[in-house]
């Protein structure tokens, strides 16, 4: 596509429920990145995936939290057992080869509010 | 740890005026990359600008420039001729782009 995609762009679920983010990066690029943006907070890292290589989960606040890459494109980010604290913007970005002075192509995010 | 710290979390200017937006950072590396995005009210994040530690000359794109200060850890964003486009939210961002600050919501009155 002719952007990073992410879906839904908007989404509430209740406490305890499991949720399903997707990001669906520019096609072509290997790298790919997940962030998660609370209110009035800069950028959390959560998980990093560079083309074949095992993905950086150092982000990742809990083991609530997995995520994948399905034939090096598109990306899910799962959350089991939602909870309040959870309730955030969730930002996937791509790049062309994740080098480390590379720019990124960031989606619109998904806002995920839990009840 | 690696840190990155913006102190200002708001600033107003009119339009065409010149704003500075600070940034600054620890680190024990002594080779890296710095980023200032900007995030329009639509969430999507832009590259607004980017400097390599190793280069001296602060970089510069269009009526965007950076004040990089290697020694002091310091990494200014300048904002010449400011439009009404220019409010957003503007994040520092160090190397892989794991580490942002906290942002500065930028307000550019008419």
């Known amino acids: 596509g002719a952007g990073v995609s992410q879906s839904p762009s908007n989404k509430v679920t209740e406490k305890g429920k499991d949720v399903e983010l997707r990001c669906d990066p520019i096609?072509?690029?290997?790298?790919l990145y997940w962030y998660r943006q609370s209110l009035g907070q800069g950028l959390e890292f959560l998980i990093y995936?560079?083309?074949?290589?095992?993905?950086?989960k150092s982000g990742l606040p809990s083991d609530r939290f997995s995520a994948e890459r399905t034939g090096g494109s598109v990306s899910t980010l799962t959350i089991q057992r939602t909870q309040q604290e959870d309730s955030a913007v969730y930002l996937c970005?791509?790049?062309?080869?994740?080098?480390?002075?590379?720019?990124?192509?960031f989606g619109s995010g998904t806002q995920l509010s839990v009840l | 740890a690696q840190t990155v710290t913006q102190s200002q979390p708001e600033m107003s200017v009119q339009e065409a005026e010149t704003v500075t937006l600070s940034c600054t950072y620890d680190?024990?590396?002594?080779?890296?990359?710095l980023f200032w995005y900007k995030q329009p009210p639509s969430r999507q994040m832009i590259l607004v600008i980017r400097?390599?530690?190793?280069k001296q000359q602060n970089a510069t794109e269009n009526r965007f420039s950076v004040n990089f200060q290697k020694a002091a850890k310091s990494f200014s964003l300048k904002i010449s001729d400011s439009q009404l486009g220019d409010t957003a939210m503007y994040f520092c961002?160090?190397?892989?782009?794991?580490?942002w600050g906290a942002g500065t919501k930028l307000i550019i009155k008419p």
């Open positions: 961002a160090f190397t892989y782009q794991l580490i």
């Open positions: 680190t024990s590396e002594n080779n890296y990359y």
């Open positions: 400097q390599e530690a190793y």
């Open positions: 096609s072509g690029h290997t790298a």
């Open positions: 995936f560079q083309g074949n290589s095992a993905p950086d």
């Open positions: 970005a791509s790049s062309l080869t994740g080098s480390v002075n590379e720019k990124l192509f």
